[in-house]
């Protein structure tokens, strides 16, 4: 998929520049490829076009639930649509929260992934300390959920919050510590304490600099 992306996202930029006096069109359009076996296009365009996502319906969202099929389709839904969607108003709390309650496991990760676009401004978040409250009644629904993806989700929403208001999180996760995966708790604390998921991998994977040779580093007659 990685080496699909650039070419994917230049066909949804095409699309959305095709739509661009018509969004309502591209709503169609992104819903119509979703629904017919290329998700990853049809979520695409609506990363290219954010403002489109104000023009969608919640029946229309919710409609795209089921084409959820691996972490990837999941985490493109949840982050140029749901996510941003519930942002502006268009999904409510509500929404989000029985999603959480879904046997299918890619809606539940979903509600998870929906909380990034409120917190991480590169999503386009624009509250000064993220949106607390919404974030953690979500992790909280899901806090005994083993899954390995809601797990992974689970620290994925916490660590992003985790920028915006640690002592939010810092006190959900000492409150909660006994039900936490220890996976969640490394991570976030990790975070916490580094800014990192995972220093230890991140050093490990750092270039070490070359010592200098002994040419360089002699000084001049």
């Not at 006096?21 to 076996?37: F, M, R, S, Y």
């Not at 039900?179 to 976030?188: F, G, P, Y």
Request: aromatic share 4%.
């Amino acid at each position: 998929m990685a080496g699909r992306v650039p070419r994917i996202r230049a066909q949804a930029r095409a699309i959305a520049r095709e739509h661009k006096h018509a969004p309502a069109t591209l709503v169609d359009k992104g819903i119509e490829l979703a629904l017919t076996g290329n998700d990853p296009l049809g979520f695409e365009c609506f990363r290219a076009a954010p403002k489109a996502v104000a023009l969608m319906s919640p029946a229309q969202i919710q409609r795209l639930l089921p084409v959820l099929s691996g972490w990837c389709s999941t985490d493109c839904f949840g982050s140029f649509i749901s996510g941003v969607a519930w942002r502006q108003g268009v999904l409510t709390d509500q929404h989000i929260l029985a999603w959480t309650r879904s046997e299918h496991l890619w809606t539940r990760r979903a509600a998870l992934v929906s909380t990034v676009p409120l917190n991480q401004p590169a999503r386009g978040a624009t509250a000064p300390r993220g949106e607390a409250r919404r974030t953690l009644a979500v992790c909280e629904r899901l806090i005994d959920d083993r899954e390995d993806m809601i797990v992974k989700g689970l620290s994925w929403a916490l660590r992003v919050l985790a920028v915006k208001d640690p002592e939010a999180v810092v006190a959900f996760v000492d409150k909660h510590r006994e039900r936490l995966a220890a996976r969640v708790i490394r991570e976030t604390n990790n975070k916490l304490r580094t800014g990192l998921k995972n220093p230890k991998k991140a050093k490990a994977a750092k270039p070490h600099k070359r010592p200098p040779t002994r040419a360089k580093s002699a000084r001049k007659p």
